[in-house]
Nanobody
C-alpha cells in the first residue's frame, strides 16, 4: 500500500520556523519526484517546492525562495521542507505528493499527481 505521511505542522509566530516531513512507503522512492503543495482557505492549491529524489533537482515557488529549503533523505524515504522566516500568508494546509519519473520543475506545473498525503496544517500568526 502506497502511503505519504506528513508531519511537522503547527502554529508559529511570524518570523518563526517549522520543518515538515513527508515519509513515503509502498513505492521505490528513488524513482519519484516529491513535492510540497499548499492550499489556503478560498485559494487554489499551489506548488511550494519539489525535489527529484533521483538527481536532486529542485523547484521553489518565487514566494518561498530564500526562506524554504527542500531536502531528501533517500535512506529514510523522507523529504523535508525547512520553512524559515514564516509569514502569515504562508498559512495553509500543506500536502506532499509524489510523481513517478519526473523532474521537480515539471512536477510543479502539472495539476494532478500520482500519490497524495493527508495534509498538515501550518498556521502563522502575526
Amino acid at each position: 500500500e502506497v502511503q505519504l505521511v506528513e508531519s511537522g505542522g503547527g502554529l508559529v509566530q511570524a518570523g518563526g520556523s517549522l520543518r515538515l516531513s513527508c515519509t513515503a512507503s509502498g513505492f521505490t522512492f528513488d524513482d519519484y519526484a516529491i513535492g510540497w503543495f499548499r492550499q489556503a482557505p478560498g485559494k487554489e492549491r499551489e506548488a511550494v517546492s519539489c525535489v527529484s529524489t533521483g538527481d536532486g533537482s529542485t523547484y521553489y515557488a518565487d514566494s518561498v525562495k530564500g526562506r524554504f529549503t527542500i531536502s531528501s533523505n533517500n535512506a529514510k524515504n523522507t523529504v523535508y521542507l525547512q520553512m524559515n522566516s514564516l509569514k502569515p500568508e504562508d498559512t495553509a494546509v500543506y500536502y506532499c505528493a509524489a510523481d513517478w519519473s519526473t523532474t521537480a520543475q515539471a512536477m510543479s506545473l502539472i495539476p494532478g499527481h500520482d500519490y497524495w498525503g493527508q495534509g498538515t496544517q501550518v498556521t502563522v500568526s502575526s
